[in-house]
Nanobody
Framework: QVQLVESGGGLVQPGGSLRLSCAAS????????MRWYRQGPGKQRELVAG???????TYANWVKGRFTISRDNAKNTVYLQMNSLKPEDTAVYYC?????????WGQGTQVTVSS
């Protein structure tokens, strides 16, 4: 089993920044893919960004350079740096990990962008 714990969400004004963290613990494999998803009010969950153990990074088209995903392998932690935040970025952000045949989700962290 793998546990994923997200942190770093909160309330931020439009144009502001936040950095989300997702710490993985438990039965960690060295080969994995970790992704950030989000689900806004009344919307479906959507992919934000992903990073593989091999260092391949992908972003949703709408990210357009505002968000950056990174990792610290020593800490088994993935980050999502979010800049130039907009009200439409308001959502619960979820961390996801795929390793072997299994998929794991964190509990989510709320990000609210509002003045």
């Amino acid at each position: 089993q793998v546990q994923l714990v997200e942190s770093g969400g909160g309330l931020v004004q439009p144009g502001g920044s936040l950095r989300l963290s997702c710490a993985a613990s438990g039965s960690i494999y060295s080969i994995y893919v970790m992704r950030w998803y989000r689900q806004g009010p009344g919307k479906q969950r959507e992919l934000v960004a992903g990073i593989s153990s091999g260092g391949i990074i992908t972003y949703a088209n709408w990210v357009k350079g505002r968000f950056t995903i990174s990792r610290d392998n020593a800490k088994n932690t993935v980050y999502l740096q979010m800049n130039s935040l907009k009200p439409e970025d308001t959502a619960v952000y979820y961390c996801n990990r795929i390793q072997g045949p299994a998929e794991y989700w964190g509990q989510g962290t709320q990000v609210t962008v509002s003045s």
